[in-house]
């Protein structure tokens, strides 16, 4: 199954953090992300049980569950994670778990960060959602754990979640 956020690229971010908040017992099985960029980048996703708020520079809270490189498709395309490298999250019905999708780009310059888009001020509100998940605004964050800060309090992740129910 997948639930797939709108894709509105307005902005570039090297990182965002986003929540999901289960209705049903679900495993995300991996996801899929938006670059403009047609080169390989390295990717890194990590997770938390919780929301991202207020841990996002505290990297000892996250477990990383991906690694490794992609392909970017262009501005309005999918490209989905390599699912046999993405290690799956479990997440009880009701329970929300946190996500830290970003480019490995010290830079934090170029077309190799992730295409997203603003929203409103508040990062509560939802992006996506079916019977079985909510995926949250976030916010977009700096390569390693917003080293260089925050950079925008309320983005829309471009993305998908691939998923099944337990």
Known sequence: MNLTTPIVYTELQTGV?????TKSNVTIRTLSIVTPSTTSMKILVFTKLGT???????????????????????????VQLLEERFEPV???GGETQAFYVTVRNVNNKGLRRLACSLRGENTE???????DIVI????GITFPFGAE??????????????????
Request: overall charge neutral; charged content about 15%; proline content about 3%.
């Open 90 to 92: 479990g997440i009880p």
């Open 125 to 131: 509100q939802s992006l996506a959602t079916n019977n």
């Open 17 to 21: 953090m986003f929540d999901i908040t």
């Open 136 to 139: 949250s605004q976030g916010l």
């Open 149 to 166: 800060g925050i950079t925008l309090n309320a983005i829309n992740w471009n993305g998908a979640v691939t998923y099944t129910l337990n």
């Open 52 to 78: 991202f708020q207020s841990t996002e520079k505290k990297r000892s809270l996250w477990k990383r569950i991906f690694s490794g490189p992609i392909v970017g498709a262009g501005e309005d395309e999918l």
